[in-house]
């Protein structure tokens, strides 16, 4: 079987050098070493400041959320964000887990990000937050979506969870927003087995940040608030560094996929519109069907010769009934959802495999 993706596995020896310190060291979780010395190898190379690692994409959502604000509602307060529904559903559940109401704002048809034009009819009192999704990568419109949230006085936070490394004019599109996360799941780009990050614009975000991933712990007798769990260990930081060692050749297969993929498929299926001034990551190798009969024929099709591609991101999200979110149709997500598949992409594939594929959907597509 050929599945969507495949975690991407370091070398045994590198990682059993980094857990033989752990066993020499006896420190296995609590900002360990080897915790810190990825926070500043992911700083360097993402070029940014303020990075806080977490155990995982979801937390470093509702960590986000909580230090800037966004949830902790008063005595008959209900805060709302605007958010998209065409992103993995922990964009979405994580605000609802926290208690604010996800307020859908359909997308762009190219880009496949909010579409910002949309956002400003969506905001009410209880507005707080926009939460958009880099989705695939792709760089949301930043500057239309800073200059809204300025101008109605909102937080911004990115789920960044598919944009680890990608440049915007140069610089990481990861400082956009009064917050960007990551997730380190072994699916995504570059992993830590489960993991996250947060990238916060302001240092004292992070400094609060940092007590709540503990508990609200700040000395060996104060408890300052509440907190949760929210901490990377040492084993999950060893992972890491082994693959950020490795990352850019991760990124360099990638895109020798894309461009097979690419050279195979032409202008026969449509591809997402990569905003113009980004470095893109290769992350994952979305195509977009004529319908849903079509993308049925085209999975169907794949299945047949042991090729799993997966729908991303099936079904759109302002259709799932316990988000409870209310009317809010949005029309071109729904088509989008309904058409959208993800072709298998990690560096093992072969080029008789991936032109196998490219095939097979081009045959599907008659
Ligand atoms: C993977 C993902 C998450 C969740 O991250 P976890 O580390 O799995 O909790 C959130 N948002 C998006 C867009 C994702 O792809």
């Not at 989705?135 to 500057?143: L, Q």
């Not at 440049?167 to 993991?195: I, R």
């Not at 316990?322 to 959208?340: F, Q």
Request: hydrophobic fraction near 40%; proline fraction near 4%.
């Amino acid at each position: 079987m050929i599945p969507v993706t495949k975690p991407y596995f370091p070398s045994r020896e590198k990682l059993d050098k980094y857990i033989d310190g752990i066993y020499e060291r006896q420190w296995l979780t609590n900002n360990g070493v080897l915790v810190q010395e990825l926070t500043r190898r992911l700083e360097e190379y993402l070029g940014v400041e303020n990075l806080l690692l977490v155990s995982n994409g979801t937390l470093a959502l509702q960590i986000a959320y909580r230090a800037l604000g966004v949830s902790g509602a008063g005595p008959g307060e209900r805060p709302e964000a605007i958010t998209t529904p065409f992103t993995f559903i922990a964009t979405a559940s994580s605000l609802k887990w926290d208690g604010i109401e996800p307020v859908f704002v359909d997308i762009d048809p190219e880009t496949w990000c909010l579409a910002p034009g949309n956002i400003e009819a969506a905001i009410t009192p209880n507005t707080r937050a926009i939460v958009p999704v880099h989705v695939f990568g792709n760089a949301c419109d930043v500057e239309a979506i800073d200059s809204i949230a300025k101008k109605h006085d909102l937080k911004v936070i990115y789920d960044g969870c598919h944009a680890f490394g990608v440049k915007y004019k140069g610089e990481s599109l990861l400082k956009h927003g009064d917050a960007a996360t990551l997730s380190f799941h072994a699916t995504k780009l570059f992993h830590t087995a489960e993991g996250g990050a947060i990238i916060f614009k302001r240092k004292e975000d992070l400094e609060r940040a940092k007590k709540m991933i503990n508990f609200g712990i700040t000395g060996p007798e104060t408890i300052e608030e509440i907190g949760i769990n929210a901490k990377l260990n040492e084993f999950q930081a060893a992972m890491g560094l082994c693959v950020l060692d490795e990352i850019e050749q991760i990124v360099r297969d990638r895109q020798c996929v894309t461009e097979i993929y690419d050279s195979c498929l032409g202008d026969k299926v449509q591809k997402q519109r990569i905003q113009t001034g980004i470095s893109y990551n290769h992350a994952y190798y979305p195509i977009a069907l004529k319908d849903e009969n079509q993308l049925i024929t085209v999975m169907s099709s794949l299945r047949d010769c042991g090729v799993l591609a997966r729908r991303y991101f099936y079904p759109s999200l302002e259709s799932v009934t316990c988000l409870d979110a209310g009317y809010s149709d949005c029309p071109e997500s729904r088509k989008l959802a309904e058409r959208i598949v993800c072709l298998p992409i990690y560096s093992e594939l072969r080029t008789e495999e991936l032109i196998n594929i490219a095939e097979k959907v081009l045959e599907a597509c008659e």
